[in-house]
């Protein structure tokens, strides 16, 4: 026979102060765990040539997201709407979270920002940045004379 583990049963010895502190905390685990804001993982990659920005972003819809570059500074915003609105019946449990969310990323000056593209694909958006011809690391060979 299994018994579900309750760390705070019998605590009902304790003054109000720890009942008003165990209510509190039982209604703060409960609002978080159904309204938890929402962030997108994030990978960037440097290349010789650009930078390479991906972002997941499962269930979303390519219009609720926006990209800008203004002042070196990429900024990533978006929502992912709960498609049940209303209260269905048969939800067992609701872990993923939904809502609004915006990321921002300092942009190094060595960006083009005239050849900043982006591309969204199977809920991967993959923002690239092409580095300035200057910014490119290049070879010289230096004769050495004797």
Same mark, same amino acid.
């Given at each position: @026979?299994? $018994?579900?583990?309750?760390?705070? $049963?019998?605590?009902?010895?304790?003054?109000?102060?720890?009942? &008003?502190?165990?209510?509190?905390?039982? /209604?703060? =685990?409960?609002?978080? %765990?159904?309204?938890?804001?929402? $962030?997108?993982?994030?990978?960037?990659?440097?290349?010789?040539?650009?930078? =390479?920005?991906?972002?997941?972003?499962?269930?979303?819809? @390519?219009?609720?997201?926006? !990209?800008?570059? *203004?002042?070196?500074? &990429? %900024? &990533? /915003?978006?929502?992912?709407?709960?498609?049940? #609105?209303? +209260?269905?019946?048969?939800?067992?449990? =609701?872990?993923?979270?939904?809502?609004?969310?915006?990321?921002?990323? %300092?942009?190094?000056?060595?960006?083009?920002?005239?050849?900043?593209?982006? #591309?969204?694909?199977?809920? !991967?958006?993959?923002?690239? &940045?092409? /580095?300035?011809?200057?910014?490119?690391?290049?070879? !010289? +060979? =230096?004769? !050495? /004379? *004797?």
């Amino acid at each position: @026979m299994l $018994t579900r583990y309750n760390p705070i $049963t019998g605590l009902e010895a304790f003054p109000a102060e720890f009942r &008003l502190f165990q209510d509190t905390l039982s /209604k703060w =685990i409960d609002e978080t %765990s159904q309204g938890r804001p929402w $962030t997108p993982a994030v990978d960037i990659l440097e290349t010789e040539n650009e930078v =390479i920005l991906k972002a997941d972003l499962p269930d979303v819809k @390519m219009s609720d997201i926006k !990209v800008d570059l *203004e002042n070196g500074t &990429l %900024s &990533l /915003k978006g929502q992912r709407k709960f498609e049940g #609105e209303k +209260k269905e019946k048969g939800y067992h449990r =609701i872990e993923r979270s939904y809502g609004s969310f915006a990321r921002y990323f %300092s942009v190094p000056e060595t960006v083009d920002p005239e050849k900043v593209s982006a #591309e969204y694909k199977n809920g !991967v958006l993959t923002i690239t &940045l092409p /580095k300035k011809e200057i910014a490119k690391p290049r070879s !010289v +060979k =230096i004769d !050495v /004379k *004797e």
